[in-house]
Each structure stands twice: as structure tokens, then as C-alpha cells.
């Protein structure tokens, strides 16, 4: 098998493919330390190999006659109950024995949420480097979405996450409804119960827009823009008429046409004086 080739090595003409001699992992880390990932997937066969390492420091490169001698400290890890695995006969107990000589337990992401926002720093300065980018960080409502995920697939679910929300930033900060999160095949974490944004992803999204173009603002502050538009998408909603719109707005109509004024909105738009 590819493990039993990268651990232990190959002859050549071994098996197809197999043109020159191989030296394997245990080779290389003669006098050192091997980590071997998700121990728990290794093949039964597989298995018995490495107990015959761990037992008589010896082994045999595929294809090979020759048995060679090592001294190599083993650090397994594993996402799976080993003792389970021993019960079902797929991990054999003997090596179990073997390995467990020191047991650390790590706690699952969703079980240690202070660990995330060192995390997400983590990695968004390692893939500013990779992806040469120049994220600054990342919105509180996209934070709040990473701090309220389960995160079945831990740390690795995590890094893979941000690097996608990376890949798809324009701009200096993740936004929320960059966060994809997969649940059963569906999307989670950046969409109402009826398909709709929440109040911060779009408040992000528009921050992130005004911030930009905040240049041609002219006289208007950034707040003072959002006003404005609010209060012409309101007239144009009601066709005009002042008191529907004062309505939607949540304002008396005094209170709308002083806002009318300060903004200059009966040249931008044609408004009724109608009250109904």
C-alpha cells in the first residue's frame, strides 16, 4: 500500500511503478520521532507491521530480504475511540496497548470556543502570506457566526473556512456572509430562516461599500448617506406620498420633511404632499 511504502520503504521493481529503491519514514527518522496521523484508519495489516516495529525495532522494505534494525519513538493521534475500534476488530488491541503508553486528550473546538479567535488570527496571517493578501481581520458578525458553529470537523474545519472567506474578501475585512458553513450538503451560519441576510451581515456589506466610495460623499457623512437613501427608497416605495413613508421609517412626517429638506430630496425625487 502508499502507507506501507512512505513508513517502510521499497525495492525496486517492488510493484509497478516501483523504478528505484525507496527509503521510507522509519529509515529517515532512525534516532528520532515519527507522528503517525489518524492511527485509527491504518489497515490491519498495516497494523501488524508497526507492532512488529514497536516490538523488535525491525522491519523489511517492500519488495525487500534484507531486515533492518531502527530506534524510532512513535506519537500517534486519532479522531476516532480506539477502544471502540478494538470491540468492532477493526484496530488491534496489542498495539493499542502498545501505543498508549501516554494518552492526551484534546477537547473538541466546540468544546474550547477561547481558543478561536487566536485561531482565526493564526490563520488569517498565514494565508495573507499564502494568498497575498491584506485582510486586516474579520466583522464582528462574521466572528459571532465562527464563535456559534459547532464545528464537527474541528481546527481543520476551521483553517479550510477561512481560507475560503479569504479567497472570496474584496476587501479589508471578512464579512459574514463569507463564512460558508456546510451542514448535511446545506449552507449554514450566513442566512435568515427565510433566506434573508441577518441585520449585521448587511450592515457589514454596506460599511465595507461606503468605505470605499466614501470620497464622493461630497458634504454628506458616511451616516448621513444611508439617511438619505433610506428616506428616497421609502418615497419611492409609496409612490411619493410623505405620510406612508414617515410611517415605514418610523418617524412622524414633521420629523421626515425636516429630513427632506436637509437633504435636498424634492430634487431627486418627486414626492406627493398627499396624507393618504
Known amino acids: 500500500t502508499l502507507l506501507e511504502s512512505e513508513l517502510f520503504g521499497h525495492e525496486k521493481g517492488a510493484f509497478t511503478g516501483a523504478v528505484s529503491r525507496r527509503i521510507g519514514k522509519l ?17 490491519l495489516p498495516t497494523q501488524a507491521k508497526v507492532l512488529r516495529v514497536l516490538q523488535e525495532r525491525t522491519f523489511e522494505r517492500l519488495g525487500g530480504m534484507e531486515t533492518l534494525k531502527v530506534d524510532v519513538r512513535f506519537i500517534v493521534a486519532t479522531n476516532k475511540d480506539l477502544e471502540a475500534a478494538i470491540s468492532s476488530g477493526q484496530f488491534r488491541e496489542d498495539l493499542y496497548y ?40 474579520i466583522s464582528p458578525g462574521a466572528m459571532k457566526t465562527i464563535l456559534t458553529h459547532g464545528w464537527p470537523g474541528n481546527v481543520r474545519q476551521l483553517e479550510n473556512v477561512l481560507k475560503r472567506a ?22 449554514t451560519g ?26 464622493t460623499f461630497q458634504d454628506l457623512d458616511m451616516i448621513s448617506v444611508v439617511e438619505k437613501e433610506l ?46
Open 166 to 187: 479569504l479567497v472570496l474578501c474584496q476587501g479589508e475585512w471578512i464579512l459574514e456572509d463569507q463564512i460558508l458553513l456546510e451542514k448535511s450538503g446545506e449552507k
Open 98 to 137: 502498545r501505543l498508549n503508553v501516554v494518552s492526551i486528550t484534546v477537547p473538541p473546538l466546540r468544546e474550547r470556543r477561547e481558543d478561536i479567535p487566536d485561531l482565526v488570527s493564526y490563520f488569517l496571517k498565514k494565508f495573507n502570506r499564502e494568498l497575498k493578501k491584506k485582510v486586516r481581520g
Open 190 to 215: 450566513i442566512e435568515g430562516p427565510l433566506g434573508e441576510k441577518p441585520l449585521a451581515s448587511l450592515l457589514d456589506v454596506l460599511f465595507e461599500e461606503l468605505a470605499k466610495t466614501s470620497p
Open 27 to 43: 529509515e529517515q527518522c532512525r534516532g528520532g520521532t515519527l507522528f503517525l496521523d489518524e492511527i485509527g484508519d491504518m489497515s
Open 231 to 276: 428616506i428616497l427608497r421609502a418615497l419611492q416605495r409609496t409612490k411619493g406620498n410623505q405620510l406612508q413613508a414617515a410611517q415605514l421609517l418610523g418617524m412622524n412626517r414633521s420629523t421626515l420633511r425636516g429630513k427632506m429638506d436637509k437633504y435636498h430630496i424634492k430634487k431627486d425625487v418627486m414626492v406627493s404632499e398627499e396624507e393618504g
